[in-house]
Structures are given as structure tokens and as C-alpha cells.
């Protein structure tokens, strides 16, 4: 074996290990945790807030609601969060489930299977600010090089999310099909 295939044989047994102490938690304290999924998605799902709600907000409304924990520590079901400053906050892993997109048709599927990515704001009526575009650029190139899929929520269900402005650059950047 390699360094390489050691190191990498070394990351699984660690988040093997991670899924263990979170799943006894889950049974024998009942505590409200999400565990890593070992499979790792390969789509990105584009969301917006849909208002002026900034990490905490989302996360502490996310915390009252469904209560949720990731392995992170954070209640927000989003994996990432961009804020009006541009600062990106990392609510989940990539492989742990979300709480960002619901298809009845396939029930729990894309929260299993996909990361989301919010941005602050409400983008079918402003456009993001400069600082978010590019985030999030940074962020969906990293996910497109490793061979990631980009799709926005309103692909999946009936829905005006992420809005229309951010639709447009998605488009006009390439992520997505026009």
C-alpha cells in the first residue's frame, strides 16, 4: 500500500469511526444528529434565502424547527451558506444529509444525494451583491472540477427558488443549460 492509498484508507476509517459515535449517540441518548453518508454526492443544488435572514437567523430557525444537528454542530440544513458579505459558512459536510430540497416524488433522495448551497437574500427580487457571485463561483468551480453537476431548485420541484436573478447567472456562467 502506498502513502496515498494509506492516507486515504486512514480518512475512511475516521469518518468510519465518526458514523459510530454518532449513530450510538442518536440510539442510546435519542439525540437529533445527522451521520455522514459514505457515498459522496456528485450534484450541487443552488438555493436562495428568500429573505434577509443571515447564517445565525437560518440556523437557529432551522434548530427550532426540525432540530437537526450535523456532525459540524450546526442546525442549518443547507451544507453551505453564503452571506451578503460573501462570507461562506459550512453548516454540513458534503456527505451528510442535507435539509434543502423536497421531491415528493423521490422522498429524501436529493437531502441524501446532493449538497446545497444558499445565498443570503431573496433573488427573484434583487440581484446578489458582487461579494456572494463570487463565493459562490469559487465554490461551484471547486464542485464542477471534481465533477459535480450544477442545478438550481426549481429543476427539482415547482418552486421560484433560487430566483430569478441568480437563475440568469447560473446560466450566463454555464452552470447550467438555458
Known amino acids: 500500500m502506498n502513502r496515498k492509498q494509506l492516507k486515504e484508507q486512514i480518512e475512511k476509517i475516521k469518518l468510519q469511526l465518526l ?23 456528485k450534484i450541487v443544488v443552488v438555493h ?8 445565525e437567523r437560518i440556523n437557529n430557525h432551522h434548530k427550532n424547527r426540525w432540530g437537526f444537528r450535523s456532525s459540524l454542530g450546526f442546525y442549518a440544513g443547507y451544507q453551505k ?19 434543502h430540497t423536497v421531491d415528493p416524488a423521490k422522498p429524501g433522495w436529493w437531502n441524501s444525494n446532493s449538497v446545497g448551497i444558499c445565498l443570503q437574500g431573496n433573488t427573484e427580487l434583487k440581484e ?30 415547482s418552486t421560484l427558488c433560487p430566483g430569478s436573478y ?3 447567472w447560473l446560466k450566463i456562467n454555464g452552470y447550467i443549460r438555458a
Not at 458514523?19 to 454526492?41: A, C, D, M
Not at 434565502?49 to 443571515?54: E, F, K, M, S, T
Not at 458579505?85 to 454540513?92: D, E
Not at 463570487?134 to 427539482?156: N, P
Open 81 to 99: 451558506f453564503i452571506e451578503f458579505t460573501g462570507k461562506l459558512f459550512i453548516a454540513r459536510r458534503d456527505n451528510e444529509r442535507g435539509a
Open 48 to 55: 436562495h434565502g428568500g429573505g434577509d435572514w443571515n447564517f
Open 19 to 41: 458514523i459510530l459515535k454518532l449513530q450510538l449517540q442518536i440510539k442510546l441518548l435519542r439525540k437529533k444528529l445527522t451521520v455522514p453518508n459514505l457515498l459522496q454526492p
Open 128 to 157: 446578489p451583491l458582487d461579494q456572494q457571485f463570487s463565493t459562490l463561483k469559487d465554490e461551484l468551480d471547486a464542485y464542477v472540477a471534481r465533477g459535480f453537476k450544477v442545478m438550481y431548485h426549481g429543476q427539482i420541484v
Open 166 to 168: 441568480l437563475k440568469e
